[in-house]
């Protein structure tokens, strides 16, 4: 599933190159993102339905919130499917079966639209857990992701420029205890998903990416020879181009990262 990390255990359906529809995963992804998208929607339409008897603010913080997850979930979805089926109310069975794809540059457009909206109507912060919510700096930070992605240059140097004029967040200054559990809520996190016995919502099979030195059996922990490759020399320069480079020493004089992500 990525080039960062190679399995020890077994054949995938992407290393194997029969990755399809019917995989189990494409299909729990596909379900779930119109799950997320039409509870949103529903949230939408049920606050404006209801603007009497709530207050601003609170209508805001949700408007805010349902707009920011289908921004999210709309990215996700043209990000693997390209044109897909793109609604904004609360479809009824019949209605469903009418639809047909809209284009993935007018999704996309719809997207910046809701983060701009999220943006403007959620808080800056939350507190002590305000990265575990979406917020002003989420919204931003997401839409210059998602504009990095499709190549809209401008779009993701505006949102980025803006999200880091917030003043909240800043680069944790040692990368090597940065994701350590000790390391709660530092200020470079701007969007997270906190793991949690009690909402179960944990890594399963934990042993599978401990190394076996350490109790484990590291099945699906080995780097990748790009990711080892992909970190750059001390000048700056990637590894096929810097003279400060010694295959023989591979960890010598590389970006620190190198040496705190990957076990020499």
């Keep these: 599933w990525t080039d960062d990390e190679m399995s020890r255990a077994t054949v995938t359906a992407i290393t194997g190159g029969t990755l ?28 404006e339905e209801n603007k009497a008897q709530l207050p601003q603010a609170t209508i805001d913080k949700y408007a805010g919130e349902a707009k920011f997850v289908r921004a999210a979930h709309y990215a996700r979805l043209i990000t693997y499917w390209g044109d897909v089926i793109y609604y904004t109310n609360i479809l009824d069975l019949e209605e469903s079966f009418t639809l ?7 999704i996309l457009k719809a ?13 800056l912060s939350y507190g002590s857990t305000s990265n575990l919510r979406a917020t002003k700096g989420a919204a931003l930070a997401m839409k210059a992701r998602v504009a990095l992605f499709y ?37 470079e996190l701007i969007f997270g998903i906190a793991r949690s016995t009690l909402l179960n919502v944990t890594i399963s099979d934990t042993k599978n990416w401990i190394s076996r030195l350490s109790g484990g059996w590291g099945g699906v922990s080995a780097p990748s020879w790009q990711l080892l490759c992909s970190y ?11 003279p400060l480079f010694d295959p023989r020493n591979p ?8 040496t705190a992500s990957i076990v020499e």
Excluded: H
Excluded at 100 to 106: A, F, G, L, M, Q
Excluded at 154 to 177: I, N, Q, S
């Design 20 to 47: 399809n529809g019917q995989d189990g995963t494409v299909n729990s992804w596909w379900t779930n993102l119109y799950k997320g998208i039409a509870r949103a929607n529903t949230i939408l339409a049920n606050l």
């Design 100 to 106: 047909s794809k809209t284009d993935k540059k007018t």
């Design 111 to 123: 997207i910046y639209d809701d983060y701009d909206f999220a943006a403007s109507k959620l808080p």
């Design 151 to 187: 190549g809209d240059w401008a779009v993701a140097r505006d949102a980025a420029k803006a999200c880091m004029d917030l003043g909240v967040y800043e680069l944790y200054p040692d990368y090597a205890t940065l994701f350590l559990s000790k390391t709660k809520n530092p200020k």
């Design 232 to 242: 750059l020399c001390t000048d700056g320069l990637p590894i096929d181009e810097s």
């Design 251 to 258: 960890f010598k004089n590389r970006d620190p990262r190198c």
